[in-house]
């Protein structure tokens, strides 16, 4: 009887064994499996695999965080654009997601980086530190926020020889599905940008962007097709500061046509009309004149005192004040 005993110990015993290393067995597979499709969502997230021109190569790949946390790290990464001919390469990628929520993804890209187009424009840039992270559901990226640190940005035109610089100390993106409609947002702070032999329009300011597009979604993560060509959307608000009152705010309705070219309604509001001349005038002291008639006008429209609202029309591109006074053309993107 006590042999007996001991040999159902030992069959339970044997049998608990064997399931614990099914267990750790499938729960292995799992995670690998996971750790995968954590690859293929952040590839995708840096080239869309929807668009079958782009394609995206994460040099050294390994997989680190067993068995509680996946971690995907990468030496290097490259996206190659072969129908807009457009190449880019960054450094080294680390990201992560836990065990328990995969579909929250958390990463980290490394300085430098640089974008070249086959029109002859390169753009190098560095930053002290750049952390992202994206929420996945069933039909591919809901949500992805962008934070960068100390971002440097420099644009050279080999046509041209025109060179643009842009340095910002803290910039934020934000995108995010609205049922089939695209809702972005975009912070710079302390931010400049200096175009060579043109003269410094306006001094370092802050800056903070607010729109939906209707029926983007795909935007976010590359199942969308045409972009921003026929598109259209709200401004919610574009608001500029450049200090000691010195705002601007521009909000309203747009749309672009199959060309490119951008239609809207917009109400622009100035805050200090006055400190804006001056600052207009010290960039551009040729048109002194120009400026002071704008100004004049401007604040007609206010109704002599400081703060402006006027309404500017955009009509495939031509914009005017309130649908009469001309301003130029806007070129289509």
Not at 167 to 185: S, V, W
Request: with cysteine.
């Amino acid at each position: 009887m006590a042999a007996s005993s001991q040999s159902g110990t030992a069959r339970k015993i044997l049998w608990l064994g064997l399931a614990i290393v099914v267990a750790i067995g499938l729960y292995t597979a799992g995670w690998f499996y996971a750790a995968n499709k954590l690859k293929e969502t952040v590839l995708n997230a840096i080239a869309p695999t929807e668009a079958a021109s782009v394609s995206g190569e994460c040099g050294d790949i390994t997989f680190r965080g067993y068995p509680f946390r996946i971690g995907l790290f990468c030496s290097k990464v490259n996206v190659d654009d072969k129908e807009n001919g457009v190449s880019a390469s960054f450094g080294q990628l680390r990201s992560a997601a836990q065990v328990y929520d995969p579909g929250h993804i958390v990463w980290e890209l490394d300085s430098p980086a640089e974008i070249r187009t086959g029109h002859g424009l390169t753009v190098s840039a560095e930053w002290q530190n750049l952390q992202s992270s994206l929420t996945t559901k069933l039909k591919g990226i809901d949500r992805t926020s962008l934070v960068i640190d100390g971002l440097k940005a420099n644009a050279v035109s080999s046509v041209t020889g025109q060179t643009i610089d842009f340095d910002a100390a803290k910039t934020e993106m934000h995108l995010r599905q609205n049922g089939a409609d695209l809702d972005g947002a975009i912070t710079v702070t302390d931010a400049a940008t200096v175009i060579k032999d043109w003269p410094q329009i306006l001094p370092r300011l802050s800056a903070i962007a607010d729109v939906t597009l209707a029926g983007k979604a795909g935007m976010i993560d590359g199942s969308d097709k045409t972009g921003l060509y026929g598109a259209s959307g709200e401004l919610r608000r574009v608001l500029a500061d450049i200090g000691e009152g010195r705002t601007m705010r521009i909000s309203g309705p747009f749309s672009f046509d199959n060309e490119g070219y951008l239609s809207g309604q917009f109400k622009v509001e100035i805050e200090k009309l006055g400190a804006w001349s001056d600052n207009a005038k010290q960039a551009f002291p040729q048109l002194q004149s120009t400026i002071d008639t704008a100004r004049k006008l401007l604040g007609a429209l206010a109704g002599g005192g400081d703060r402006a609202s006027v309404d500017v029309v955009v009509d495939r591109g031509r914009a005017t004040i309130s649908g009469f006074i001309p301003l130029g053309k806007i070129p289509p993107i």
